[in-house]
Structure formats: C-alpha cells, structure tokens
C-alpha cells in the first residue's frame, strides 16, 4: 500500500513554461520560425499582451511585462532558477551552421559529452537555448 503522500507526487506533470519577453512578436517569431513552434493563440495574461505557442507537445506561453512590474537582468547573467530550455534534435551540425547564418550568438558549439552532443545559443532577450543531439 502507497500512502496518500507517496500517491500525490505521481500527480504532478509537466504543463509549460512560462516567459516574460520584451519584445512579444521578436520572440514569438523565433519560437515559430527558427524553432518550429506553432502558435495556438494570442491572449492576455492578466493585463498583458502574450501568446500560447506548441513546441511539438511542449506549451511555452510567451507575455511582455505588466505596467506594474519591474524587470530587472536580461538573462545575459547567472542567477539562481531557470537556466536554459533543451531541445532534442537529429543532426545538431547542421542547425549550428543554419543557425549561426542566421546570426545567432553561440555559447559553445556543438560539443560530445560521450553521451550526446550539446550547444547551447542564445534566443531573444538573452534566454538559452540547449540544442542535444543523442548518440545513436
């Protein structure tokens, strides 16, 4: 027999990720175009602007900031909480390369790890991308 406790963690699953963005069309336009996200629809949340996106199963909701907010970093320092987004993918070199054509700031390319190969870039209003590739 599971306690009631050991039973509640079962319940618990991934629904999105949430992003606060300065620039809600920009970064809508890199999830959709570069990533390959399929915009659900544009909302509120709360009283700001945003969108619901669909990364191949994943929701990622997108908002700018509300008036009474203050925001404060950009991403571009380490701090405690998110770190980066990691998306599986088949042939990591060659989204490197269409990636950097695109101009696209890469924090280190693709790298082997014995397990898969990694990169990590860097999307809009400095969030980070993981890009992994598994061994076969």
């Given amino acids: 027999l599971t306690t009631k406790k050991e039973r509640s963690v079962d319940m618990y699953r991934y ?9 809600l069309e920009r970064t809508e336009r890199f ?8 915009l ?16 191949h199963g994943a929701r990622i909701n997108l908002r700018i900031s509300r008036p009474d907010e203050v925001m404060t ?7 405690y909480g ?5 998306l599986e993918l088949e042939d990591i070199d ?12 890469f924090i280190s390319p693709p790298t082997d790890t014995g397990i898969s190969k990694v990169a990590f870039f860097r999307g809009p209003d400095n969030i980070i991308i993981e890009l992994l590739q598994r061994k076969v």
């Fill in 15 to 23: 629904h999105h990720l949430h992003l606060i963005c300065s620039d």
């Fill in 31 to 38: 999830f959709v175009e570069i990533l390959g996200a399929r």
């Fill in 40 to 55: 659900v629809e544009r909302r509120k949340f709360g009283t700001a602007d945003g969108a619901v996106l669909d990364l």
């Fill in 73 to 79: 970093g950009d991403g571009s320092q380490k701090h």
């Fill in 82 to 86: 998110y770190d980066h987004l990691g």
């Fill in 94 to 105: 060659s989204a490197y390369k269409e990636l950097q054509e695109k101009g696209f700031e």
